[in-house]
Nanobody, 113 residues
């Protein structure tokens, strides 16, 4: 069964950085587009960033220029480098295999002001 496990979340002050990781297992990772999404308390889940199987990236306007999505196919891992964090970035961040639609369990990111 496909599994995605996120890690790297935590508490950080505004202006700080975090690097999230998502490790895939039980699936073919290298040919799948992967995405990061987030969900703040009481709000809908929103798309953050996508990376295709060949490394093309796209970002939500709210994070463009601050976040970077990348992947390491040998490690079956997708990353989200988050810089210049803002309180409004506070959310549970989820990794998704866009090819098959599976989600990870999420990792909490909290940004204080």
């Amino acid at each position: 069964q496909v599994q995605l496990v996120e890690s790297g979340g935590g508490l950080v002050q505004a202006g700080g950085s975090l690097r999230l990781s998502c490790v895939a297992s039980g699936s073919i990772f290298s040919n799948s587009a992967m995405g990061w999404y987030r969900q703040a308390p009481g709000k809908q889940r929103e798309w953050v960033a996508t990376i295709t199987n060949i490394g093309n990236t796209d970002y939500a306007d709210s994070v463009k220029g601050r976040f970077t999505i990348s992947r390491d196919n040998a490690k079956k891992t997708v990353y989200l480098q988050m810089n210049s964090l803002r309180p409004e970035d506070t959310a549970v961040y989820y990794c998704r295999n866009i090819w098959n639609g599976y989600w990870g369990q999420g990792t909490q990111v909290s940004v204080s002001s």
